[in-house]
């Protein structure tokens, strides 16, 4: 149950698009199209952005994508607005109904 | 309101024990599973346990294995963590999390978060 690896930080100017790698093994990403993404402002719990992947639940704006190739899934913002300004988690199925997050990446809209 | 509000935290020195509650409200507790998510000081999210609707199935992350366990009662909308034999390392802010569902179908995620409570490990 090693932690996803997450670059430590991305930046982007508003408008611009940024993209945020999650890179884990064949035992996690790899293994399962379960990976979840969260977003955590400071001080306040994390926000629900993306599920199975790619998946948006209800509420979450389509600036917001997610995707996979082999073991690593990435998370693009587009139209980065300063409110995207956070640190973004990626979660993994791991097997044997355990998860697994990434270290997280904090986001800086310059 | 749909709401998870965590309690039980504190200060507690090296190989003791501390139960954290999750009180849910505003949705339905028994149609979901549930988990704990933790967050040491200035670090990342880790997950610590998750415990499916029935109860029939209960896991944890293996820096936890044999020293903490999760529990339910769905009578009474809560969910637990007893934690024995604690370490300096479990020192961390603790989220209850409930587990995503749609459409009759739940996903590995989790879609609703408490706002913490803070465990202090420390002589």
């Known amino acids: 149950q090693s932690a996803l690896t997450q670059p430590r930080s991305v930046s982007g100017s508003p408008g611009q698009s940024v993209t945020i790698s999650c890179t884990g093994t064949?035992?996690?990403?790899?293994?399962?199209?379960?990976v979840s993404w969260y977003q955590q402002h400071p001080g306040k719990a994390p926000k629900f952005l993306i599920y199975d992947v790619y998946k948006r639940p209800s509420g979450v704006p389509d600036r917001f994508s997610g995707s996979k190739s082999g073991s690593t899934a990435s998370l693009t913002i587009s139209g980065l607005q300063a409110e995207d300004e956070a640190v973004y988690y990626c979660c993994s199925y791991a097997g044997s109904y355990t998860e697994v997050f990434g270290g997280g990446t904090k986001l800086t809209v310059l | 309101e749909v709401q998870l509000v965590e309690s039980g935290g504190g200060l507690v020195q090296p190989g003791r024990s501390l139960r954290l509650s999750c009180a849910a409200s505003g949705f339905t507790f028994d149609d979901y599973a549930m988990h704990w998510v933790r967050q040491a000081p200035g670090k990342g999210l880790e997950w610590v346990s998750g415990i499916t609707w029935d109860s029939g199935t209960m896991d944890y992350a293996d820096s936890v294995k044999g020293r903490f366990t999760i529990s339910r009662d769905n009578a009474k909308n809560s969910l637990y963590l007893q934690m024995n034999s604690l370490r300096t390392e479990d020192m961390a802010l603790y989220y209850c999390a409930k587990g995503f569902c749609d459409s009759g179908y739940c996903y590995d995620a989790f879609d609703l978060w408490g706002r913490g409570t803070m465990v202090t490990v420390s002589s």
């Open positions: 064949s035992s996690d990403v790899g293994g399962y199209n379960y």
